[in-house]
């Protein structure tokens, strides 16, 4: 079983909304940062934003904040990435992926080595 699987992706109009889902196993999701991750086809991969192991820090890319939502459940073991006001720029490959930390996020780390787990991704489009 892997042990992050995220979904929710799917086509929607500019303008929509989406709720992406990070379902965590095998690991205990509370002593873990989540961050969102997506990557368009020729770009490179962005952080989109990330979330404390207790959920009372989060940190969003310029561009998405205000429209994106970043929550978790420990107990379900989900973190969720509510999504609203889509545009085209924000279609692409959306990944979740958890590191080792219980402190206070001031940060999204961006490189790969930080996080021990990564989700296989759940495809995004927005058009018309």
């Known amino acids: 079983q892997l042990p992050l699987v995220e979904s929710g992706g799917g086509l929607v109009q500019p303008g929509g909304s989406l709720r992406l889902s990070c379902v965590a196993s095998g690991f205990s999701l509370e002593y873990y940062a989540i961050g969102w991750f997506r990557q368009a086809p020729g770009k490179e991969r962005e952080t989109v934003a990330c979330?404390?192991?207790?959920?009372?820090?989060?940190n969003y890319e310029s561009s998405v904040k205000g429209r994106f939502t970043i929550s978790r459940d420990n107990a379900k073991k989900t973190v969720n990435l509510q999504m609203d006001s889509l545009t085209p720029e924000d279609a692409g490959v959306y990944y979740c992926?958890?590191?080792?930390?219980?402190?206070?996020?001031?940060?999204?780390?961006?490189?790969?080595?930080?996080?021990?787990?990564w989700g296989q991704g759940t495809q995004v489009t927005v058009s018309s």
């Open positions: 979330i404390s192991s207790s959920g009372g820090n989060t």
């Open positions: 992926a958890a590191w080792p930390t219980i402190i206070a996020i001031t940060a999204c780390p961006s490189a790969r080595y930080d996080y021990a787990y």
